[in-house]
């Protein structure tokens, strides 16, 4: 019976921590330079990783419609861009 509220515990503790990642982060396509978020569900399954230079997952771009390594990047840094941000018009400045 512990067990069982244990695991539920652990369980509703793995999905406060996705849904509190998918508010506060984004990514970035390293192909076209798209930043774009995700879906709660899509952050939970899509397979993910660490690399020299950060946090990554396996996402199709909505951009360039290809299969990339998006680099995990902070909500806030959406937009204001590190000088390698090219190619995208639409993403509206300032937002929020
Ligand atoms: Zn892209």
New binding site residues.
């Given amino acids: 019976m512990w067990t069982v509220i244990g695991l539920v515990a652990v369980a509703a503790g793995v999905v406060l921590l996705v849904v509190w990642h998918g508010r506060n982060f984004a990514y970035r ?1 390293r ?4 930043e774009f978020a995700i879906s709660t569900a899509l952050d939970f399954v899509s397979p993910h990783g660490i690399w020299f230079d950060g946090g990554w997952k396996l996402l199709r ?1 909505p ?4 299969w ?1 390594r998006a680099r995990m990047i902070r909500r806030q840094e959406m937009g204001s861009g590190d000088g390698r941000k090219e190619g995208h018009a639409d993403v509206a400045s300032g937002g929020v």
Avoid at 31 to 34: L, T
Avoid at 63 to 66: L, P, S
């Fill in positions: 396509c192909r076209c330079g798209n771009c951009g360039c419609r290809r990339t």
